[in-house]
């Protein structure tokens, strides 16, 4: 059995401790992050995974292997990034451009994953009190 129990969210309390003690360290892990930013990253990946299913339906052979979009995200123009697409998709039988559109349109104020990860998303940082 454990001599640790937990003690509330974040908190993890070690009954091996003298209970007399007035001064008990805790530990407390908090993880930083923008959850805004993240979840419209992760909506924009589902939103173009459907779209691509959508596009591709009864030929998912030929669906392209993947849609970079932190490579999207690097180029300089709205101009680049639809003709980036345009040669993903150029074996869609389906009519692309109001999917090209959209994709570009909703990569606008994206943030690349490395940097969600490195600006929002920092590792624990213990707190011992």
């Not at 003298?18 to 979840?39: D, F, H, I, M, W």
């Not at 990253?41 to 959508?54: A, P």
């Not at 999207?72 to 003709?83: G, M, N, V, W």
């Not at 150029?90 to 943030?111: A, M, N, P, W, Y």
């Amino acid at each position: 059995q454990s001599e640790q129990q937990h003690a509330g969210p974040g908190h993890v309390h070690d009954s091996r401790r003298s209970p007399g003690r007035n001064q008990r360290r805790q530990a407390r892990v908090t993880v930083q992050y923008n959850r805004k930013e993240l979840q419209r990253r992760l909506d924009v990946e589902k939103w173009v995974e459907c779209g691509l299913d959508e596009l591709y339906r009864g030929r998912e052979d030929e669906m392209p292997e993947e849609v970079n979009i932190d490579e999207l995200l690097d180029l300089k123009t709205d101009e680049e990034r639809r003709q980036r697409l345009q040669v993903i998709f150029r074996s869609s039988h389906s009519s692309t451009e109001v999917f090209i559109r959209d994709l570009v349109q909703k990569l606008q104020g994206l943030q690349k994953q490395e940097e969600l990860h490195n600006n929002g998303i920092q590792l624990p940082q213990l707190h011992v009190y």
